[in-house]
């Protein structure tokens, strides 16, 4: 049997000083990926600038990924006998739901809600409001997502679009599904330090961009002979 590499969605869950990682394989690789680079516009020139700089940036570009994940409960249930008693129970509904869990906040996980909890016990027996307030705010958990050994990069899922398309006569449960996945990549400015996994997520954007410049140069290499003729200098 051939080898088959799958891209995947992979969710870190703080727990105290480890990481639970929660790792969404994908069922069937999309067949088609948009790959988008956005620049902003230059800043305005200041009080004592004439013009402005056509080249000047703030930062990194933008870059998103957009792609569409099929789903079918009757592959998972020939996949193997664990897969084909949960495919047998809820259809494509965990991976659904796995999908989904990535757009709510890290309060909303079991591990964030269990801290959410605690501190709120802990105000009933006497604990400052500081303390209390020590709970993190809404954030989203950190996402990697792996494309192969030469992309992986920290992600935050900005659309998630689902389409079912049938269902179990037991429990309406959807049995095939069509997602529609927007991903924006987060830059290493972006990543804050108070995050325990922020190393895990630079490492990886440093990995990414180390191995694009390479790739960048060896393409320089191979053109350089025909580019020389091009040039008009």
């Known amino acids: 049997m051939a080898f088959y590499l799958r891209g995947a969605l992979v969710e870190y869950l703080p727990a105290g000083p480890i990481a639970i990682a929660n790792v969404i394989v994908f069922q069937y690789n999309p067949e088609t990926m948009t790959h988008t680079w956005t620049q902003s516009d230059p800043e305005k020139a200041g009080p004592n600038q004439t013009t402005e700089n056509p ?63 605690t501190a709120k016990i802990g105000s009933l027996f006497g604990a400052s409001r500081t303390q209390e307030q020590a709970v993190p705010a809404n954030t989203l958990n950190t996402v990697l997502f792996v494309w192969g050994p030469g ?3 920290p992600v935050r899922v900005t659309a998630l679009t689902v389409t079912e398309r049938l269902y179990d006569r037991a429990l309406l449960n959807p049995t095939h599904a069509e997602v529609q996945i927007t991903l924006r990549v987060l830059t290493s400015d972006e990543l804050h330090d ?18 694009r410049q390479s790739l960048a140069v060896a393409n320089s290499v191979n053109a350089a002979e025909s580019v020389v003729g091009m040039l008009p200098i």
Request: charged share 15%; aromatic share 8%; no cysteine.
């Open 55 to 117: 080249l000047a940036v703030n930062g990194d570009p933008g870059e998103s990924f957009s792609f569409t994940l099929f789903l079918d409960a009757a592959d998972t249930i020939a996949d193997s006998a664990a897969a084909a008693a949960i495919a047998k129970a809820s259809g494509v509904y965990s991976r659904l739901a796995a999908l989904e869990m990535l757009l709510f906040p890290s309060a909303a996980t079991t591990i964030g809600l269990l801290g959410t909890v």
């Open 151 to 153: 992309r992986i990069v």
């Open 194 to 211: 108070d995050d325990v996994l922020t190393g895990v997520a630079k490492a990886a954007n440093a990995y990414t961009r180390g191995l």
